[in-house]
């Protein structure tokens, strides 16, 4: 009676292992801190550690400033995959942001902190350039007219 007992105890935990599961290497997407217009993307992995293939059927960002990617085939068991984010790095100051991933798992979907500071450089705003375009406009509407007058 003993050895029935403790066989119908195993079985829930048996069955909470079955199916897909959805490793991920942190549960924090942290650009740290970056000069404004860097390189926006960032990649998190993951592995399906399950029994059953792993299909993610949605990723939201919490803001159109984060744009997750991630593949739409079934992830099998033991496979890696990954990610893609990509946060709006014209965007100044510290930000916030959450990726929720909605899958084939049991339970909740799950939701992935998106972190940093973006920095202004010095170079963000170039004002010599803007000058050089007006002059040369000027000076091409100064050469249109005068050419038309001829």
Known sequence: M???LAYAQLEPNDQKMDGPIMELE???VDYGEIDQHSEPLRVLKFTN????PLIIKS?????GCTVPEWVKEPI???EESEIQIRYATNRLGKFSKTVTLTTNEEGEPRVIKVQGHVHETENSVPEAPANIFKDA?????KKSSHNHNH
């Open 49 to 52: 550690t399950g029994t059953a």
């Open 26 to 28: 942190s549960l924090v």
């Open 59 to 63: 990723a939201r960002g919490s803001c």
């Open 76 to 78: 099998m068991p033991g």
């Open 2 to 4: 003993c050895a029935t």
């Open 137 to 141: 406009a000027k000076d091409a509407t």
